[in-house]
Every structure is written in structure tokens, then in C-alpha cells.
């Protein structure tokens, strides 16, 4: 049947979205606590979140539905009170369900377009957030104590995840690097990533379908007692489902299935058998990156070689330090993932494993659709523009010691993987992720953030939001956003990002997705105690900041399993400014004349400094001028001023040459020769 369907011309095949599994897991209890719940317990669920919602102090709302009925949303306090949750933690469920919607003429509820600060006003779909709930079954701890060989099937994602916490006995720093190590080099590729997230919604589709079903009456046209799916919780589906036609784009999955596309457009579409929708839907689902007859390559990178790169043609290429890019699979040259060694979404043919469609693992060179990938580089610079990046996802996964700019306008970022690295990103509407990272610095204006595992790093937040820290973390230090490029203010406006407003130094710490899982596996005991385990559960997130926010310098991490003073702010006498340098393409053709895009480019760092870390950086500044003005003023005769330039130009390249700056030397000069 599969077959058939790829053969006819047209048909459309339902992509799995990918940005709620990479974004959308939340490890607190109270939450885990409802994967192993029933159905019937979630419907159960759902009434209670109805009547606290239109019980709750607050104003509630209602969305109007196709047969002219309301349905109540659900708001920040009656997620607070059914989940057992903190305020806190209930604000951040909806804000990252907000961040996982589709949005445009995709959109599925008024949630998608919320600000961080407005998703706890808007409310959610009562439906919309159950489903959100189920989804959190993808990050399954089996019991240690079970031995059912079903129930250990059933665990998501299979084999190691980027989530998985440190071993819990790595003490010393040498052990936890290589734990970090080893999850990196058996962490699945994007490819398996994919057709996991497939296996797993094709495995509970009918669980899914269930949850949103309802009992069919006479007056629309079905047999009293039959289970019936209407339309508005059809295009629910959404969260996890997006269609894929050729020649057409931006469809709700109402709008290519028969029964409800054919309806009268006179009459409310009435409701169908479930059966009927589980029929239509499970034999057109597939992964993201199967195109079918749509398949259209990325367009390629653009790595800037230093000295030791030049014999290379690709960024996969050794250096004559024996640096070898890392591939997905965490083996040098990627043959087990798929797309390991991709380079801004070309493929290096590591592997010709493609995507399953109909359950089949197709032959063919792999490549994420709808994603920019920088992969496997390794003591390069890379830049990507607006012209390289033809999607709103990009991921910069496994670089080694190099410098990255993604300078254009985003929804989903991806860093993963990366050590020894600098990734300056344009502005991020939706959701950066980092996970896996040692000695990364982080460059991000952006909506939210989250970050997981990562060990040394430092980050330069624009954040609308609080920062969320996941996970086994340690000595991260977070600091406001330091840099600006000529695009910027159009970037941010947009994505929707606001530079006046910044919650840099207000993080929140959660803990590990195995300890909120076993804690949830503890708590649930049967599907009617789900319920009842999150009264201990609203401690387990940790705010990092109250109030006035953390002090300089101060510790925000020690939630539990999110490491012992896992970050801290960054002291202001440590805060320095970072200069992108590069000019933008309009800049670059606009000659002497002052044009109006010229006019418009940003010339400053659009979010506001703390005052402490401002007069810090104005001393350093004035310090700076003072030396200048002290060697400009210096009486010394031709000799010594000559001996002091020699001294001064000497110390300089030492320190390019022991610093390793003189490859990003060389790669801007490519870059600015070979643009």
C-alpha cells in the first residue's frame, strides 16, 4: 500500500515534525509521572483542567470551534494546580509548548505566536496540552526492576540520548569528560534520531488518536457509541504531523484529508469514525527528511581553510595536526549516521542509508530537509549568511576548535556536540539548544534557550526568557549579550525577538530527564496515582535567580542532578565585547552613498548592559585610551620608538601564534577574498 501511494502523483505524505522531540522534552517529575499513564487517566485529567480553568481567579478564555461550541482554554494556574506544579514550572510547560507549535498558515492554536512573557496569559487547547503531555512518553526510563521484555522495548529514543545525565558516580573532572566522551561517540545519528521519532508515532498512533476521540451521536450522522475524531482535534495533529505536498506548501492536515477537504463547505465538517482517520493516516507517515518526489538538495557551505587546510576541498577534510571532523555517529568519517561530515546540509556520502518510508530503509545519500547543518569542522572558520541558509533550523553539531557565524534570521537553533569552539548566531526566534558541549563559547540574541550537559562554557544571552539549565552541568558561566552585526535589528524584528527585554541573569535549573523519569516511574505506582505524585515534585525545579536576580559572580545552578554551582553570572571585570567581522552583502555593494539600508544598519549592541557590567567595560575602555595616549605622548627618539613597535608587533604575533588566532587570520582573508 506504501508503494502505491509513493506512485501516485500528488499524494500527500505526512512528515514528522522533528521540533517537538528536539525541543519540547521538560524533565520535571510531576510531568514524567504521566508517561505511564492511561488514556482514561488523561481524559480524566483533562476535565479537571477544564474546571480549574473556568474556577481559576484569573480572567479565562475560550476558543470558539468549527460547530460553533467554546471550548475552554486552559490557563497558568490550573496547569499549576491539576500537575502539581510551581509557578515556575507551569509558566515554563506552556512557554515551551508555545516554542514547539507550528506557526504561519500552519498555526494550530494562538499559542504559537505568544511572546515568552505572553504564553501564560494566552492559555493552551486543553487537548493541545494533553497531547504535549504524551509526548513526553519519548524520553522513557524502563524500570530497573522490570524484566518484561515489552516493557523494556519500549524505550525512547533507543540507545543513548544527548539528555541522558553523567554517571552519577563521576566525581573528578577527568571522569566526567569521559562520561561526556562516551556519550558522544555511541550518541545516535540524525538520521536514526528521525526514524525513532517516526517509529514512535507510528507505535502510538492509535493511542494518540484515542486520546482525542469522543462519542458519536445521531446528530452527526454516526452510531451512538462509536469513537469519532472531529475536525478541530484532527488538525491538533499538527504538533506532531506536517504535510508534505509537491507544489503546495503550508497545509493543515484537515485540508488534504477527503473526509473532512470534501465536506460541505456549507455545513460544519462532521465528525469521523476513528478508524476511518487511522486508516488515512498510518500508511502516509514518514520521516522529515523523506521528501518522496520532492527531494531538493541544500545548498553547500562555506568553510574558510587556513594554512593547514589548503590541501582540502571540504570541511571533512584532515588537517596536518591529524584533526579529523567528526562525523553524527562521533567516529571520524560518519558512516554510521547517515549524514555524519555534512557541511552546511551537503553530504559527504559517509553513508547511503536513507530514511524509511512504509517502514523500508531506502537506499540513497541522506540529508536533512528543512535544516542548514554545519557538521564535523574542524580548525576552520565557517560563515553562513542569509544567502547560505535557506531554512529557519540550523544545527552545528560535532565542530572541533573553530569559529562559527550563522548571521541570518532563525526559529530553531541546534549546538551539539561542540568543544573548543566559538558559534555566534543571528537572532533565534523560537528555541537555541546546547547540549554535549565542553568550552564552547555561545553568542545567541534569542527567544529562549535551553542548555544540557555542557561542561566550561560561557554564554552571551539576548534572552526574552529565563534560560532553562538541564541536566548534569558544570562551570558554565552565563553573561549579557556582547557583539552586534549591520542585520541585526531586522533580525530580531523578525523572528519577534525583543532587545528591551533581556533575562539573561534570571536561569532556571531543572534536573536530569533520568532522574525526573525514575522519579516519575516511583511516583505513578498505577495510572490513578499519576495525579497525586507531583506534591514533591514542585521543589524539584530550582530557581536559579528571584526577584532582583542572582548577584554577579554568584552561583545559580543546585537543582537536583544539575551539578553543584553547575553556573554562575559572569563577574563584570571579566565581560568583554566581541567584534563580528564581517560587513554585510548590502554593505559591501553599497559603495560612498549613504542608502536608506545603510542608514537602517545596526550600529550598536541593541540590548542594554547591566550598569555594573557597563562601568566596567567603559574602565577597561579608558584604560585602554590611556596606554594609547601614554605610548602616542612618550618623548623617545627615532631608535626607541622603533624598538618599542618592534616590541609591541613581537608580542602581538606571539600571542596570535600561542593562541591559535592566526588560523582565524588566515580563514578572513579567504573569506574576504573568496566570498
Same mark, same amino acid.
Given at each position: ?5 509513493? +506512485? ?12 517537538p ?22 481524559? @480524566? ?11 481559576s481567579?484569573?480572567?479565562? !478564555?475560550?476558543?470558539?470551534t ?5 471550548e ?10 491539576? @500537575? ?16 514547539v ?8 492554536? !494562538? ?9 501564560a ?5 486543553? &487537548?493541545?496540552?494533553?497531547? *504535549?503531555? *504524551?509526548?513526553?512518553?519519548? +524520553? ?17 529514543p ?13 566525581t ?7 562520561? @561526556? ?16 521519532q ?10 494518540i ?12 450522522g ?22 508534505? +505536498? ?13 473526509? /473532512?477537504a470534501?465536506?460541505?463547505?456549507a455545513?460544519?465538517?462532521a ?10 493516516l ?7 527528511? &523523506?521528501?518522496g ?23 571533512? #577534510? ?27 546540509? !551537503? ?15 531506502s537506499r ?20 553562513k ?5 535557506d531554512s529557519?533550523?540550523?544545527?552545528v553539531?560535532?565542530?572541533?576548535d ?5 548571521? =541570518? ?11 573548543? !569552539?566559538?558559534?555566534v ?33 560561557? /554564554? ?35 523572528v519577534g ?7 539573561w ?13 525514575? =522519579?516519575g516511574? =516511583? ?11 507531583? #506534591?514533591?515534585? =514542585? ?25 553543584l &554551582? ?11 565585547? /566581541? ?10 555593494t ?7 539600508l545603510?542608514?537602517?544598519?545596526t550600529?550598536a549592541?541593541? *540590548?542594554?548592559l547591566?550598569?555594573?557590567? @557597563? ?5 577597561? $575602555? ?10 602616542? $605622548? ?5 631608535g626607541?620608538k ?17 593562541s591559535?588566532?592566526i ?9 574576504? +577574498?573568496?566570498?
Amino acid at each position: 500500500m506504501a508503494e502505491a501511494l509513493e +506512485r501516485a502523483p500528488g499524494n500527500p505524505w505526512l512528515h514528522v515534525r522533528r521540533e517537538p522531540f528536539d525541543f519540547g522534552l521538560l524533565p520535571i517529575p510531576a510531568i514524567a509521572s504521566y508517561k505511564e499513564a492511561s488514556t482514561e487517566t488523561l481524559k @480524566l485529567l483533562r476535565q479537571r483542567l477544564i474546571d480549574a480553568s473556568l474556577n481559576s481567579e484569573g480572567p479565562s !478564555s475560550t476558543s470558539p470551534t468549527r460547530d460553533g461550541s467554546q471550548e475552554p482554554r486552559v490557563t497558568c494556574d490550573a496547569i499549576e494546580s491539576c @500537575l502539581k506544579l510551581s509557578k515556575d514550572q507551569a509558566r515554563l510547560v506552556l512557554d515551551t509548548l508555545a516554542s514547539v507549535l507550528p506557526t504561519g498558515s500552519e498555526d494550530i492554536d !494562538s499559542l504559537s505566536d505568544a511572546s515568552p512573557s505572553d504564553a501564560a496569559k494566552v492559555g493552551t487547547d486543553v &487537548d493541545l496540552l494533553l497531547l *504535549f503531555l *504524551f509526548l513526553q512518553r519519548y +524520553r522513557r526510563v524502563p524500570n530497573r526492576s522490570s524484566r518484561d521484555a515489552a516493557v523494556l522495548a519500549d524505550v525512547w529514543p533507543q540507545g543513548p540520548s544527548p539528555f541522558d545525565s553523567v554517571s552519577p558516580t563521576a566525581t573528578s573532572a577527568l571522569q566526567i569528560k569521559t562520561s @561526556l566522551a562516551t556519550r558522544q561517540r555511541f550518541q545516535t545519528g540524525h538520521a536514526e534520531e528521525e526514524q525513532q521519532q517516526l517509529s514512535f508515532l507510528q507505535k502510538n498512533l492509535p493511542s494518540i488518536l484515542q486520546l482525542l476521540a469522543e462519542h458519536g451521536s445521531e446528530g452527526d450522522g454516526t452510531q451512538p457509541g462509536t469513537q469519532v475524531i472531529s475536525i478541530d482535534k484532527f488538525e491538533l495533529l499538527g504538533l506532531f504531523l506536517r504535510v508534505n +505536498r509537491p507544489g503546495v506548501s503550508s497545509l493543515l492536515l484537515s485540508q488534504v484529508a477527503p473526509f /473532512f477537504a470534501e465536506a460541505d463547505s456549507a455545513m460544519p465538517p462532521a465528525p469521523v469514525p476513528l478508524s476511518v482517520a487511522q486508516d488515512w493516516l498510518g500508511p502516509r507517515l514518514c520521516c522529515t527528511s &523523506d521528501h518522496g518526489p520532492d527531494l531538493r538538495p541544500q545548498s553547500p557551505s562555506r568553510p574558510a581553510k587556513g594554512p593547514a587546510d589548503r590541501g582540502g576541498d571540504s570541511a571533512a #577534510s584532515p588537517t596536518k595536526s591529524g584533526d579529523t571532523p567528526m562525523g553524527e555517529g562521533g567516529a571520524a568519517g560518519g558512516s554510521g549516521a547517515g549524514a555524519g561530515g555534512e557541511v552546511g546540509g !551537503s553530504p559527504r556520502g559517509g553513508s547511503t542509508n536513507g530514511p524509511m518510508t512504509g517502514g523500508v530503509l531506502s537506499r540513497r545519500v541522506w540529508a536533512a530537509a528543512g535544516m542548514t547543518t554545519v557538521d564535523g569542522v574542524a580548525k576552520m572558520s565557517v560563515l553562513k549568511g542569509e544567502n547560505e541558509v535557506d531554512s529557519n533550523c540550523v544545527r552545528v553539531a560535532h565542530c572541533h576548535d573553530s569559529v562559527i557565524y550563522v548571521l =541570518a534570521p532563525l526559529k530553531y537553533a541546534s549546538v551539539i556536540g561542540c568543544s573548543d !569552539s566559538i558559534v555566534v548566531l543571528g537572532a533565534v526566534g523560537k528555541v537555541v539548544r546546547v547540549e554535549a558541549c565542553e568550552r564552547l563559547t555561545l553568542i545567541a540574541p534569542c527567544a529562549r534557550i535551553r542548555i544540557a550537559n555542557c561542561r566550561e562554557c560561557v /554564554f552571551y544571552l539576548g534572552c526574552n526568557s529565563r534560560p532553562v539549565i538541564l541536566g548534569d552541568n558544570h562551570s558554565l558561566q552565563i553573561a549579557p549579550y556582547n557583539t552586534f552585526y549591520p542585520r541585526l535589528d531586522y533580525h530580531l524584528a523578525k523572528v519577534g525577538v525583543d532587545p528591551a527585554v533581556n533575562k539573561w541573569d534570571l536561569p532556571l535549573a531543572l534536573g536530569s530527564l533520568d532522574a525526573a523519569a525514575a =522519579a516519575g516511574a =516511583a511516583g505513578v505506582g498505577s495510572a490513578g496515582g499519576a495525579g497525586g505524585s507531583g #506534591s514533591s515534585a =514542585a521543589g524539584a525545579g530550582t530557581t536559579a535567580a528571584e526577584g532582583e536576580g542572582a548577584k554577579e559572580g554568584g552561583a545559580v545552578g543546585g537543582a537536583a542532578g544539575a551539578g553543584l &554551582d553547575s553556573a554562575i553570572l559572569m563577574p563584570p571585570e571579566k565581560f568583554v565585547p /566581541f567584534v563580528v567581522p564581517f560587513r554585510t552583502q548590502q554593505e559591501q555593494t553599497s559603495g560612498g552613498g549613504a542608502s536608506p539600508l545603510l542608514q537602517q544598519a545596526t550600529r550598536a549592541n541593541p *540590548f542594554a548592559l547591566p550598569k555594573t557590567y @557597563l562601568i566596567a567595560l567603559q574602565h577597561k $575602555t579608558k584604560t585602554v585610551e590611556s596606554l594609547r595616549q601614554t605610548l602616542k $605622548t612618550a618623548v623617545l627618539d627615532e631608535g626607541r620608538k622603533r624598538e618599542l613597535t618592534n616590541v609591541i608587533q613581537a608580542h602581538f604575533k606571539e600571542w596570535l601564534l600561542t593562541s591559535g588566532n592566526i588560523r582565524q587570520v588566515y580563514d578572513l582573508a579567504r573569506l574576504d +577574498r573568496d566570498p
